[in-house]
């Protein structure tokens, strides 16, 4: 097995998890896992665009053993990634995510209700070519909402109402008024009504 150096590859805000770089927050693992469990509807299995070193990869495998997809355009995991992988039953697919036909096959690969993650090179692309294919209470997420993603850009917002996409939030905030924790996440979770 080859000698694993993750640091080479981490920046300044980097993460690890499971000896691989990742590219969430240690808030979005503790939310994301709670908006899971809360609304859990018998959720079967996950696709996530955006492999990178597969590290958020691993550990929706430990929510989804058997049933999680990560694609990405190209590989970049360790062969020791590789091998949790294997362990957990993900399932790696090599596509391009914003070909509409490529990410439909993958869509059509998951079992539903699923939960969803953009987090591939252009996720405003991946959100709206994704949102007319989600299902009853499929789970929709974004990475790096407020530098990439912008909930306010018309197009975003038109997608959202049209496709009935209801804002998952996620905990009070000291004035008792519900937020959606992307300060702490970088991320937004919407339910398919
Ligand atoms: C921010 S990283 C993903 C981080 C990962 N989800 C994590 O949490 O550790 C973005 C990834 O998107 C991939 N990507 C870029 N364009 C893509 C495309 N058209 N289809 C699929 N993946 C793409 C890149 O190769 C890169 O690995």
Not at 74 to 100: I, P, Y
Not at 160 to 188: C, F, H, N, W
Request: hydrophobic residues 40%; proline residues 4%; glycine residues 8%.
């Amino acid at each position: 097995m080859q000698e694993l150096d993750p640091w080479k590859d981490i920046d300044t805000d980097g993460y690890l998890f499971a000896n691989a770089p990742m590219g969430q927050t240690w808030g979005n693992l503790h939310w994301l896992s709670l908006i899971l469990c809360n609304n859990y509807t018998g959720r079967k299995s996950c696709l996530e665009i955006g492999t990178w070193h597969g590290a958020f990869s691993t550990f929706l495998g430990l929510i989804f053993p058997n049933a999680t997809i990560t694609a990405d355009i190209r590989d970049q995991r360790s062969e020791h990634t590789k091998w949790l992988h294997h362990l957990l039953g993900v399932k790696f697919e090599q596509a391009d995510c914003h070909k509409v036909d490529e990410l439909r096959a993958l869509v059509n690969k998951v079992v539903r209700p699923a939960f969803f993650f953009c987090d591939g090179g252009n996720k405003p692309k991946e959100f709206l070519l994704l949102a007319p294919m989600l299902q009853e209470s499929d789970i929709i997420g974004v990475h790096d909402v407020g530098t990439e993603f912008n909930c306010a850009d018309k197009k975003i917002a038109e997608c959202i109402d049209m496709y009935q996409l209801i804002a998952i939030p996620m905990y009070e905030d000291e004035e008792g008024k519900l937020s959606y924790g992307v300060t702490e996440t970088r991320s937004m979770y919407w339910m398919k009504k």
